[in-house]
């Protein structure tokens, strides 16, 4: 049965079954995807193929923009993805392409339009094209969201949310995942600090979630998800003020990274070559 769901700011489509690469002429939702982008190109967004990808599989790959907020998708025979992000605010060198926890790092106004534009293809797919919308339920408790995904993790071996999320305090995993910034190991129900995308330094309450990722509760609503590797206890040396690393545009970068690999002497002959161009040339540095 053809459904999708909608994670943070991801909408995936499930065509309901894989049709053989010989009846790739009856990919339904390839049909259903190209509504989707019609919609959103009366909304203002550029849609093309994705120039980042290789050109052998280009056609399956496309990038949308409407002024900051962006989305990438590709389709595939079982189905397709539509993920929204922005370049404004970002944790990861890379982009916000790249960051976990898209929707919480998005500006306020980015992140109602993104939620709007969610909503729209949602009501599009269920109304117009009647599949299932089987995103899974939203808590608004921090520790209901985490005892949720508990239930739904194959991972886990809680059946049902009859349980106290206390009831796991003190349990661990293997080091590896285990092991916070310092190599201590973290246990259910502890006290951690991380520093935030913002540079600004938080702490919560952790519980395991998956592979080295840990649910962080920071209030009563709000609910972090942070790798073993950025959690750490307070010490005496580190900095409770904002710590944020400085952007250095990739112009500027490119610039610096041709200067250190180029030799003294070619710097030199340069430096030469532009002193000697400026000779009779009144007025040049008026």
Known sequence: MESFNIYDTTISYWSGGRISPG?????????????????????????????????????????????????????????????????????????????????????????????????????FLVSEIEVKNDTQEHYRLAE???????????????????FNLSDLDGQTVERVNGTDRDGKQIRNGEIKYFRDYDGYLRRGRVYHNLNNMWWVIQDKFTLRNIANFNLFDLTENDCLKRQKNPVIPKSYADRRKAISETSTKELIRELRRRQGSGKGKKGVYQ
């Open 144 to 162: 209901d969201r985490i005892k949720y995904d508990y239930v739904r993790s194959p991972h886990k071996e809680q059946q049902t949310m009859g």
């Open 23 to 123: 009846e790739k002429k009856e990919y339904k939702h390839y049909g259903i995807l190209y509504r989707v982008f019609n919609m959103l190109k009366d909304c203002g967004f550029t849609v093309e193929n994705d120039e980042s990808v290789e050109q052998i599989i280009r056609k399956d790959y496309f990038h949308g923009q409407l002024d900051e907020l962006e989305f990438v998708s590709n389709r595939y025979p079982a189905g397709f993805e539509i993920m929204f992000y922005q370049n404004v605010v970002h944790e990861n060198p890379h982009g916000g392409r790249y960051d976990f926890d898209k929707l919480s790092k998005m500006p306020y106004l980015t992140r109602m339009k993104c939620q709007l534009y969610l909503r729209k293809i949602s009501r």
